[in-house]
Structure formats: structure tokens, C-alpha cells
């Protein structure tokens, strides 16, 4: 079972910064996209960033120019570099993965969700 366990929430001042790490674990075969998504209290699951395995990457219009993800496919991981962080981003901050298996001519694919870290941004 692959895990994915999510690392660097916490509470930060309007305008600071805050990045976040995500690593996957376990018996892994590949790993394609990588993403963040993110909840607010009262709202609906919405997507943050994604890149895929080949470093193209996608943003969500309300953190364009502000956040940054990337990834290492070296070592299972993607991050999320929050910049001019706003009390309106404020959220639960959880990271999604495909993972790919692949037998003789067919892919097969899996996704995981991380638990979740817990970013605040105070005004």
C-alpha cells in the first residue's frame, strides 16, 4: 500500500511563506502526477497545483505568480512553495498521487490521498 505523508504546515503571518512536503512511500512502482489540493472550513475540496512525472505543472488561477510546486522523482516527493501567503488560504492542505503499475502492455492506476497538514495564515 502506498502511503503519502505530507510535512511543513503551520501558522504564518499575511504575506509570509510556508513550503510543504510530500513523500510516498512504499512498495512503489511509478509514480506519474503529484498534486495539492485544499479545504477550507465550510467549503469544497479544491485543487491547488499538479505537475506530472515529466515536471509540466498546472495552477489553480488563485495562486498563480504565488505558489511554486515541484517535485523529485528521485525520492517519491512533491512540494509546495507558498509565497504572500493570505489569511484567505487558510486550509488543510492534502496531497494526491497516481501511482502507475505496469504489467506487460496495460497501466493500471491507483490514487492516494496524505492526510492532510493544517496551513493557517493570520492577518
Known amino acids: 500500500q502506498v502511503q503519502l505523508v505530507e510535512s511543513g504546515g503551520g501558522l504564518v503571518e499575511a504575506g509570509g511563506s510556508l513550503t510543504l512536503s510530500c513523500a510516498a512511500s512504499?512498495?512503489?512502482?511509478?509514480?506519474?502526477?503529484m498534486g495539492w489540493y485544499r479545504q477550507a472550513p465550510g467549503k469544497q475540496r479544491e485543487l491547488v497545483a499538479n505537475?506530472?512525472?515529466?515536471?509540466?505543472?498546472s495552477y489553480a488561477d488563485f495562486v498563480k505568480d504565488r505558489f511554486t510546486i515541484s517535485r523529485d522523482n528521485a525520492k517519491n516527493t512533491v512540494y509546495l512553495q507558498m509565497n504572500s501567503l493570505k489569511p484567505d488560504d487558510t486550509a488543510v492542505y492534502s496531497c494526491h498521487a497516481v501511482h502507475s503499475i505496469v504489467v506487460v502492455t496495460r497501466t493500471y492506476e491507483y490514487d492516494y490521498w496524505g492526510p492532510g497538514t493544517q496551513v493557517t495564515v493570520s492577518s
Open positions: 505537475i506530472t512525472r515529466g515536471g509540466s505543472t
Open positions: 512504499g512498495p512503489i512502482f511509478r509514480i506519474d502526477t
